[in-house]
């Protein structure tokens, strides 16, 4: 039966966890689905499929509002940063990242310098013996921090993701003193991971080891320009361990004790070999899918492998799409949330598209007389069947579909899947004999730099590339009620005239729900500001009501962590459809405001750049000028306090006053203190924007703007700190709402609470970055609405805190 029963009830169980966070969204695909379904299925299968909707979401409701809760304690219990001395036990396998081990460690005891860690707590650490296994008790003395999650409007919610790994608190283990060895299965598993790792790196060569450590460990550790390559020439999927390395693997396997078991004849004379192969190969597909990292495409298809192989255990005949269906029930039931797992979910998207499209795209190929033409057109339809699923969850991750791709999957997966994966396999257990593993490893390392050099020349070609939108989720339900028509009618009665009205009419609402957000992108006739989450840093959009946008610094990682420019700046001007920003203002020449920025000039076309000038007459580290240098690159103007104090610059009925430093950077301060200091002004509302500007430069603004500075909206300078926000400036202002650009990591303990109780005795709300996140306001001139990411109930994304109106 094509309209699998266990397949239906196991994609209802998974998708329910959707109305977690599109709870509109989610119902109305649902709903489109279920109508397509309703005269498909018989009442037993429809309020199997409702119950099924219902119980997901319950569960995976519960599982993130009992995480936040979790969260949100070992945040306030342990505050800032701080040292802790923590003896627990290891809880998940160890990888290599970075020439480090990193795991999770259940917490049993702790002693911090400051603050606290409750038992039970999951800590991700990075650092130890690269020995360490699972059940493994250690003392670490380590340094830790909250777990950062950036909430931003525009983007996806973190916490589904984050409630999967149900780690609160993260650090760097400084030492890892290892108190017992555990003896259990998966600490043996992880040591034999330890010892095939060590091998690899001893014998491979040192540009491709962290491809083999990919495919056979599952750990991603590639350099950045390889890892780039592979994500846009599409041959990510080479370098994991998915379904297809596992399935490889595993029946190669099953295969060859199959064809040893046969020879073995009183065996063979009184058993079926083959079911006694099934049976070990069940066993060895869940062995496989853990020693290779335990990634969820891995899992899937291990479980997939595992139903199908059992059904020839007991006699049966395997069924594709019931096998998969029980691979999404027993992800399911191991995990909530695994919907939100981008390994589960490519895995199964690909599987999926295999089985669908896979014989309607290989017919034309079978046509092809020559036999080379057949592969090669047989090739593309397997790559474009697995591909073509893929896409709207690539769109929502960021990554471009490429039509060098195709071509480079058709070349490098049969040597990546064909020489180079079963080499790798092979060197695994090749150790004992040491010059078979060096060879080996010669030939692995050479088949691994072809794949490489596909991937790298792949990737170069641009101009094959299509930059997807990023999609809502009204986007994907629309994708995912069209597959499911176009799914449905082809298998039905429907004549081909109704499938090409399908498609037609799917393609026209994609088409108007693009148009609508690329129109919500912008703020018509009205002043938005919205102070985005990235951490210990800054960053503030302003779109402007004709149509002009302007960013206010990109934040930024001074101690080497993810780039906030790459990570949230641009891909909220992706969400938001916009392709260029007017006007960058760099506040001032702190690697927390402009560290971000080098990834915004990369990726979009900038027209202006407003900059104090301090930096490059004084010196700000090689990133900064890189930030000039590449700015008159691509032509962009670049302004200083000397033009832009002299009158307020327009953008339609708005206008923004430039009000330090003025006429220009003061010799002998510091940064902060000559911080540009916006004013954004549009009918009766004010926002006042004071980056980093501490004392001295409040002073100067009192001074010379006594009666000009009182504002709605004031986005409290240098983070909330002691040495901002004086009492005299909050008079002079009078905000309404009082915005902190600040993270949860930071270790200044940023906003002190004398500031905070400083802004909150002048009436003022306040709203910080690190708690609400991303904080939208918009104003028509008059009435002021204020909102939120950090979602106040779990079925729920955003809230509207407040809306100011009148005097």
């Given at each position: ?241 998915s379904g297809t390395h596992l399935v490889f693997a595993v029946l190669s396997l099953v295969r060859a004790l199959s064809a040893i078991l046969v020879r073995i004849e009183p065996l063979s004379a009184n058993f079926d070999c083959g079911r006694i192969a099934a049976l070990v190969g069940l066993f060895l597909s869940l062995f496989y899918a853990d020693f290779a990292g335990g990634s969820g495409s891995a899992w899937r298809a291990a479980y997939m492998l595992s139903a199908g192989l059992l059904a020839r255990t007991i006699g049966g005949l ?231 946008l302007m960013l206010i610094d990109a934040g930024g990682s001074p101690d080497g962590g993810l780039d906030p420019g790459a990570r949230v700046v641009v891909p909220a001007l992706r969400a938001r459809r916009r392709s260029q920003i007017d006007v960058v203002v760099l506040s001032h020449p702190h690697p927390d405001h402009f560290g971000g920025l080098l990834a915004v000039l990369r990726s979009v076309p900038v027209a202006e750049l407003w900059d104090s000038g301090q930096g490059e007459a004084q010196g700000a580290g090689p990133i900064y ?183």
């Amino acid at each position: 039966m094509w309209l699998d029963p266990v397949l239906l009830v196991a994609l209802a169980l998974c998708a329910g966890s959707t109305f977690v966070v599109a709870p509109f969204a989610a119902s109305l695909s649902y709903l489109g689905i279920g109508w397509l379904l309703w005269r498909r299925v018989g009442w037993a299968l429809r309020l199997s499929l409702v119950f099924g909707l219902l119980l997901g979401a319950l569960r995976a409701g519960s599982s993130i509002a009992g995480f936040d809760v979790e969260r949100r304690a070992a945040r306030d219990a342990l505050g800032p940063p701080a040292r802790c001395a923590l003896t627990g036990t290891i809880a998940s396998s160890p990888s290599w990242v970075g020439g480090r081990a990193a795991y999770v460690l259940l917490v049993k005891r702790a002693d911090c310098d400051a603050g606290s860690v409750r038992a039970g707590t999951r800590v991700r650490l990075s650092g130890g013996p690269d020995d360490l296994a699972r059940g493994d008790r250690v003392l670490a003395i380590a340094q830790i921090a909250a777990l950062e999650l950036l909430f931003n409007l525009d983007l996806a919610d973190p916490l589904p993701g984050a409630a999967r790994r149900g780690v609160t608190l993260s650090g760097s283990a400084l030492s890892v003193d290892r108190e017992f060895e555990s003896r259990a299965v998966p600490a043996l598993i992880d040591r034999a991971r330890a010892r095939v790792r060590r091998r690899i790196v001893k014998t491979f060569a040192p540009e491709v080891e962290p491809m083999a450590r990919a495919l056979v460990l599952g750990e991603s550790d590639l350099d950045p320009d390889d890892d780039e390559a592979f994500r846009r020439s599409g041959l990510s999927h080479m370098l994991a361990v998915s379904g297809t390395h596992l399935v490889f693997a595993v029946l190669s396997l099953v295969r060859a004790l199959s064809a040893i078991l046969v020879r073995i004849e009183p065996l063979s004379a009184n058993f079926d070999c083959g079911r006694i192969a099934a049976l070990v190969g069940l066993f060895l597909s869940l062995f496989y899918a853990d020693f290779a990292g335990g990634s969820g495409s891995a899992w899937r298809a291990a479980y997939m492998l595992s139903a199908g192989l059992l059904a020839r255990t007991i006699g049966g005949l395997p069924c594709a799409s019931r096998a998969l269906g029980v691979s999404f029930v027993v992800g399911w039931l191991r995990d909530p949330l695994v919907a939100f797992d981008v390994s589960f979910l490519l895995s199964a998207a690909a599987t999926s598209g295999l089985l669908v499209l896979g014989e309607p795209l290989q017919k034309p190929a079978q046509r092809i007389r020559s036999l080379a033409g057949r592969w090669l057109a047989s090739a593309i339809a397997t790559t474009l069947s697995a591909m073509i699923p893929c896409a709207p969850l690539l769109a929502l991750f960021g990554s471009d579909l490429t039509g060098a791709g195709v071509l480079a999957n058709v070349v490098a997966a049969p040597l990546g899947e064909a020489v180079a994966l079963p080499l790798c396999l092979l060197h695994a257990i090749s150790q004992p004999f040491p010059a078979l593993e060096s060879g080996i490893a010669l030939v692995a390392s050479g088949a691994l730099l072809v794949v490489r050099a596909i991937a790298r020349e792949s990737a170069a070609q641009r101009w094959l590339s299509v930059s997807l939108p990023d999609p809502s989720a009204f986007h994907l339900g629309l994708v995912a009620v069209s597959f499911a028509g176009i799914l449905l009618l082809s298998r039905g009665s429907a004549k081909l005239g109704w499938v090409r009205v399908w498609c037609a009419s799917g393609a026209l609402s994609l088409a108007l729900l693009e148009l609508s957000a690329r129109a919500s992108g912008r703020a018509p006739q009205a002043l938005r500001m919205t102070a985005l989450a990235v951490g210990q840093g800054d960053s503030t959009l302003i779109d402007f009501p004709d149509g002009r946008l302007m960013l206010i610094d990109a934040g930024g990682s001074p101690d080497g962590g993810l780039d906030p420019g790459a990570r949230v700046v641009v891909p909220a001007l992706r969400a938001r459809r916009r392709s260029q920003i007017d006007v960058v203002v760099l506040s001032h020449p702190h690697p927390d405001h402009f560290g971000g920025l080098l990834a915004v000039l990369r990726s979009v076309p900038v027209a202006e750049l407003w900059d104090s000038g301090q930096g490059e007459a004084q010196g700000a580290g090689p990133i900064y000028q890189e930030i000039l240098r590449l700015a008159r690159q691509r032509g962009v103007r670049i302004r200083h306090p000397s033009d832009l104090c002299q009158a307020p610059q327009r953008f339609g009925e708005a206008s923004v006053r430039v009000l330090a430093p003025c006429p220009s950077f003061v010799p002998g301060r510091g940064a902060n203190d000559n911080s540009i200091v916006l004013k954004v002004e549009f009918g009766r509302r004010a926002l006042l924007l004071t980056g980093d500007a501490e004392h001295i430069a409040e002073h100067d603004l009192l001074r010379a703007y006594p009666q000009g500075l009182r504002a709605d909206v004031l986005k409290v300078g240098h983070h909330g700190s002691r040495t901002s926000s004086g009492a005299e400036l909050l008079a002079a202002v009078a905000p309404r709402i009082a915005t902190v650009s600040c993270g949860v990591r930071n270790r200044f303990g940023h906003p002190v609470p004398e500031v905070m109780a400083r802004i909150a005795a002048t009436g003022a709300s306040v709203l910080r970055t690190d708690r609400d996140g991303s904080l939208q306001l918009t104003t028509d001139g008059e009435s002021l609405d204020v909102v939120s990411a950090y979602p106040s109930l779990p079925l729920a994304t955003a809230y509207r805190l407040a809306r100011v109106s009148g005097g």
